[in-house]
């Protein structure tokens, strides 16, 4: 069975930081686009950050560019986003997904959730202040 956990998820306070892990079963990661998502309470889904496991290249928002670092280790099959200076907007449930890496130009960034076929349950994150 494919599928993603993802983990790592907590309360932490503003300006702490916290490191989320998204493992794979049943399919490696060797050249997969890995995406974290999040959604808050009351807004849409957002991507957060994005990684091209073969080669590694990566991408990310610009409200998190800074200060969240993504990363893959495909021995592991895991990808993690670690997170710093944690604000209290970024308080949301987190996802990771997976898509084949072979994915159009116009996929690539921002990611398109209609293209990430695989989808973890995702994990909290709570931010107080």
């Known amino acids: 069975e494919v599928q993603l956990v993802e983990s790592g998820g907590g309360l932490v306070q503003a300006g702490g930081s916290l490191r989320l892990s998204c493992t794979g079963s049943?399919?490696?990661?060797?050249?997969?686009?890995i995406a974290w998502f999040r959604q808050a309470p009351g807004k849409e889904r957002e991507g957060v950050s994005c990684?091209?496991?073969?080669?590694?290249?990566?991408y990310y928002s610009d409200s998190v560019k800074g200060r969240f670092t993504i990363n893959a280790d495909e021995a592991k099959n895991t990808v993690y986003l670690q997170m710093s200076s944690l604000q209290l907007e970024n308080k949301a449930i987190y996802y990771c997904?997976?898509?084949?890496?072979?994915?159009?130009?116009?996929?690539?960034?921002?990611?398109?959730?209609?293209?990430?076929?695989?989808w973890g349950r995702g994990t909290q994150v709570n931010v107080s202040s």
């Open positions: 997904a997976a898509a084949p890496a072979a994915i159009s130009t116009n996929a690539r960034w921002p990611p398109r959730s209609d293209v990430y076929g695989c």
């Open positions: 990684i091209f496991t073969r080669g590694g290249i990566s």
């Open positions: 049943g399919f490696t990661f060797d050249d997969y686009a």
